[in-house]
């Protein structure tokens, strides 16, 4: 009875020294629609962790990468902070219809629709 005593409250112990670490990781999910409202499927989408980054295009926080069938992509292991999006496909993108997301919720799937025009 004492060793299981002992178990639970070393268990308890070792769960509340890990309080800090995260099961699900920051991500952020991506829509494209265009200005009609249709998503965009092969739309090519990258991030960027400040605005003077993403009016530079230089080091942008992810690789480019290409919205599915659905016009969905999917950033993982993200900081919890705003991001500046940059999203084109042929003669379409965002600028001046949205670039800045908010600032994305620690642990969650943060989801954001990005219009092209």
Known sequence: MNTRILA???LLSVTIAAGNYQV????????????LGNIVEGASVQIYGSEEDYRNE???????????KKGQVKFKELESKVYFVNVSKGDKNN???????AK???GKLNKVNIVIE
């Open 95 to 101: 600028i001046g219809a949205g670039v800045q997301t």
């Open 8 to 10: 639970s409250f070393l």
């Open 24 to 35: 699900f990781k920051t991500s952020i999910k991506i829509t494209v629609i265009d200005e």
């Open 104 to 106: 994305l919720e620690d």
């Open 58 to 68: 230089s080091n942008p926080v992810t690789d480019v990468a290409v919205t599915d």
